[in-house]
T-cell receptor
């Protein structure tokens, strides 16, 4: 069965303290892995797509990496505005996504 | 600005009542989706449509119905058969069907039971 597990469930950091979020997956025939950011009461906002092991994508303080079994979202020198829930999803079949439960990130000033 | 508009933002349902959630997109996307989000759980797919006048059941379609009469619109009806409808409902769209394009989301409708 296709499955996506994100860890930790919640993470609290001080401003400037770098860390990583993990997304482990089991899916037959991975067609893409997606990272989203979700603010409270809002819809998910697309961040990155990764297609193959070894691929990396960067955007401001965020960098996403992919291996054959997991993806990491690295956050470098985070700011309070980076506080959000980060969602990981894998694509199976025709655009059908399987989502993890998310990591709730809090950055304290 | 292009985007996905969901309405209403908040909706209350009485026992035995059907309610319809609206989703409109002006991104010229072919594919549209409905997800349900519950606290502590990942998004779960209810229905999706890859083209006008065609749609498929997702993982949790029981108690829901959809239509796709126009490319821009994909309304979701929560029927009285859905016994646990309280959730945050998200609509999404993506470009060509069958490709690896990211899905883009609206800002959701929160449905509660009166």
């Amino acid at each position: 069965e296709d499955q996506v597990t994100q860890s930790p469930e919640a993470l609290r950091l001080q401003e400037g303290e770098s860390s990583s979020l993990n997304c482990s997956y089991t899916v037959s025939g991975l067609r893409g892995l997606f990272w989203y950011r979700q603010d409270p009461g809002k819809g998910p906002e697309f961040l990155f797509t990764l297609y193959s092991a070894g691929e990396e994508k960067e955007k401001e303080r965020l960098k996403a990496t992919l291996t054959k079994k997991e993806s990491f979202l690295h956050i470098t020198a985070p700011k309070p505005e980076d506080s959000a829930t980060y969602l990981c999803a894998v694509q199976r079949g025709a655009q059908k996504l399987v989502f993890g439960q998310g990591t709730r990130l809090t950055i304290n000033p | 600005d292009g985007g996905i508009t969901q309405s209403p933002k908040y909706l209350f349902r009485k026992e035995g009542q059907n309610v319809t959630l609206s989703c409109e997109q002006n991104l010229n996307h072919d594919a549209m989706y409905w997800y349900r989000q519950d606290p502590g759980q990942g998004l779960r797919l209810i229905y999706y449509s890859q083209i006008v006048n065609d749609f498929q059941k997702g993982d949790i379609a029981e108690g829901y119905s959809v239509s796709r009469e126009k490319k821009e619109s994909f309304p979701l009806t929560v029927t009285s058969a859905q016994k646990n409808p309280t959730a945050f409902y998200l609509c999404a769209s993506s470009m060509a069907a069958g490709g690896n394009q990211p899905q883009h989301f609206g800002d959701g409708t929160r449905l509660s039971i009166l």
